[in-house]
């Protein structure tokens, strides 16, 4: 998810910044655009989307 030109990764939910070089893949889950890390790519391709938390989920969390 982007809020105010941050990422966060919608697995994990770790935030992009400027001291860390984290990367993040925008997909599509359940018709809405989502973010994911490199880190939490392989818990998506080799589990399933249930792992993937909404865009709705991630705004709560991260308030």
């Known amino acids: 998810m982007e ?3 941050k990422q966060y990764c919608n697995v994990c ?8 070089k984290t990367v993040y893949i925008k997909a599509i889950c359940q018709g809405e655009d989502v973010h ?5 790519i392989p818990q998506v391709i080799h589990g399933s989307g249930e792992v993937v938390n ?10």
Do not use: H, L, P, R
């Open 13 to 20: 939910m770790i935030e992009s910044n400027d001291q860390v």
């Open 3 to 5: 809020i105010e030109n």
């Open 36 to 40: 994911i890390c490199t880190s939490c």
């Open 54 to 63: 909404s865009n709705a989920q991630v705004a709560a969390k991260i308030g």
